[in-house]
């Protein structure tokens, strides 16, 4: 089992090195290749994982044999935590991506931890608590991204130009060629080739843009 200084594990902060010990002293030990998965989305477990070296990819299945990474943690860094407080089943799956080794804390043998040294179990629930707070905030993010791109990708976000069709509210539209045209959007229309929006400029004339060509609005 590879070396590295617990002590620094931020799953272990505020631990002293015989607390460190006596919880390293109840996990197991597992050495795997490359490739090779930890777990599997929605299969059941309640054991966490400490990366003690290599490294590992957290993903989601998105359809068939199609995955998007979550996130890469390495040496120090620990994986399964949502599992391990709830034994519920497995958010996301996790793979290694080079050989690796791990501690694997299992939540019965945790509970002698818990039963015979509160405070130690306290300290180390508050540390797990900290990390997954770090980790939702990132799955935030990513939600975030995931939702503004299916608001383009849909074409949900012509709900705001209908509106201001509605009002005859004047705009700039930056187009992609360079030109800028001021107006008012009279009108939106979704034909096979995409949206096309319908403006009437300030001299009064008329012209038809495939908002895909559009950069920017601006409210005059």
């Known amino acids: 089992?590879?070396?590295?200084?617990?002590?620094?594990?931020?799953?272990?902060?505020?631990?002293?090195?015989?607390?460190?010990?006596?919880?390293?002293?109840?996990?197991?030990?597992?050495?795997?290749?490359?490739?090779?998965?930890?777990?599997?989305?929605?299969?059941?477990?309640?054991?966490?994982?400490?990366?003690?070296?290599?490294?590992?990819?957290?993903?989601?299945?998105?359809?068939?044999?199609?995955?998007?990474?979550?996130?890469?943690?390495?040496?120090?860094?620990?994986?399964?935590?949502?599992?391990?407080?709830?034994?519920?089943?497995?958010?996301?799956?996790?793979?290694?991506?080079?050989?690796?080794?791990?501690?694997?804390?299992?939540?019965?043998?945790?509970?002698?931890?818990?039963?015979?040294?509160?405070?130690?179990?306290?300290?180390?629930?508050?540390?797990?608590?900290?990390?997954l707070a770090g980790r939702m905030r990132i799955t935030t993010e990513l939600y975030r991204e995931s939702v503004a791109f299916s608001i383009e990708a849909t074409g949900a976000s012509q709900l705001n130009l209908r509106a201001l069709s509605e009002d005859l509210r004047p705009v700039s539209l930056y187009l992609s060629n360079g030109l800028t045209l001021s107006g008012f959007i009279l009108q939106m229309d979704n034909t096979p080739a995409g949206y096309t929006i319908i403006v009437k400029d300030k001299s009064g004339k008329l012209a038809i843009i495939p908002y895909h060509a559009i950069q920017k609005i601006e409210l005059e």
């Open 1 to 131: 089992m590879a070396t590295i200084d617990f002590n620094k594990c931020s799953i272990f902060k505020g631990l002293e090195p015989d607390e460190v010990n006596l919880i390293i002293g109840v996990c197991d030990e597992r050495l795997m290749i490359a490739g090779e998965n930890l777990f599997l989305e929605n299969e059941p477990g309640d054991s966490l994982w400490i990366v003690t070296s290599g490294r590992v990819d957290v993903f989601k299945n998105i359809r068939g044999d199609i995955d998007r990474t979550l996130i890469s943690l390495g040496v120090g860094e620990v994986t399964g935590e949502i599992s391990f407080i709830d034994q519920s089943r497995r958010s996301a799956g996790v793979r290694t991506i080079m050989p690796s080794e791990f501690l694997v804390l299992s939540r019965t043998a945790f509970q002698e931890i818990q039963q015979n040294h509160p405070k130690i179990a306290a300290a180390f629930f508050q540390n797990l608590s900290s990390i």
